[in-house]
């Protein structure tokens, strides 16, 4: 079963993170050249459903992988042994998206055009970060850390 999981949590982090380094790398520098928002609304339509789905995944897989690697979730954020270190940092990273996400959801998307694009851009910038990090700090977990 731990393969499983492990395996659909790194197809979710593939998803998750491609999608936003596509989007970062292809898209938002086309997007910016153009003062043009539509372009992203329309990358951002297309890889929407997909990339919730994908982090929706990573969420409920990540919680299993927590409980299979630390049994009890008060020590999830102790601090004491590098597995909770990097449990915390995932969780960390986990609030900084959803914070990214929901702020540009509710104040910036609906109201998205040329003006604010670059507001709406440092927030996709954002979001990739944190996705690489989510990989990093997995990588930090799976193998026993970095420090």
Known sequence: MYQFVLILHLLGAA???GGHLVLVVTILPRALRAKDPQ???????AYEPLGLAALATQVITGLWLAYYYLPDPAQWFALDSTVSIYLSIKFVLLALTLGLALDARLRLVPR?????????????IGVAITAVLFIVAGVGLGTGGFF
């Open 112 to 124: 998205l055009d040329a003006t604010n694009l670059w507001a709406f851009a440092y927030h996709i």
């Open 39 to 45: 372009v992203l609304v329309e990358f951002e339509s």
């Open 15 to 17: 998803v998750w993170t």
